[in-house]
């Protein structure tokens, strides 16, 4: 089992930054990358970034290239999203998860944290 606490979501004005957090415990050597997902009322989950642990290496969704930064932590086994300039656009529930890769379908992650908010007003 894998454990992922998210942190740092909020409300912030368009225009601004926020960091998240993504803490895993656990069995972590069962996963081989971490995802970012955001979900919007009445919209799908959407992968916005993917990291590998080894390599580095990361996919961005077209929607953040550019304002967004994936990062990780090894030794702290956690997982960052820098978000900046953001727009209401972005606003959302975010998760971050686990899994063997860094997939768009969501069904291939096997590990979910429970998600912060980020509201971004205008």
């Known amino acids: 089992q894998v454990q992922l606490v998210e942190s740092g979501g909020g409300l912030v004005q368009a225009g601004g930054s926020l960091r998240l957090s993504c803490a895993a415990s656990?069995?972590?050597?069962?996963?081989?990358?971490m995802g970012w997902f955001r979900q919007a009322p009445g919209k799908e989950r959407e992968l916005v970034a993917g990291?590998?642990?080894?390599?580095?290496?990361?996919y961005y969704a077209d929607s953040v290239k550019g304002r967004f930064t994936i990062s990780r932590d090894n030794a702290k086994n956690t997982v960052y999203l820098q978000m900046n300039n953001l727009s209401p656009e972005d606003t959302a529930v975010y998760y971050c998860?686990?899994?063997?890769?860094?997939?768009?379908?969501?069904?291939?992650?096997?590990?979910w944290g429970q998600g912060t908010q980020v509201t971004v007003s205008s």
């Open positions: 998860a686990a899994g063997r890769g860094i997939f768009k379908d969501s069904r291939r992650y096997d590990y």
């Open positions: 656990g069995r972590t050597s069962s996963s081989d990358a």
């Open positions: 990291i590998r642990w080894s390599g580095g290496n990361t």
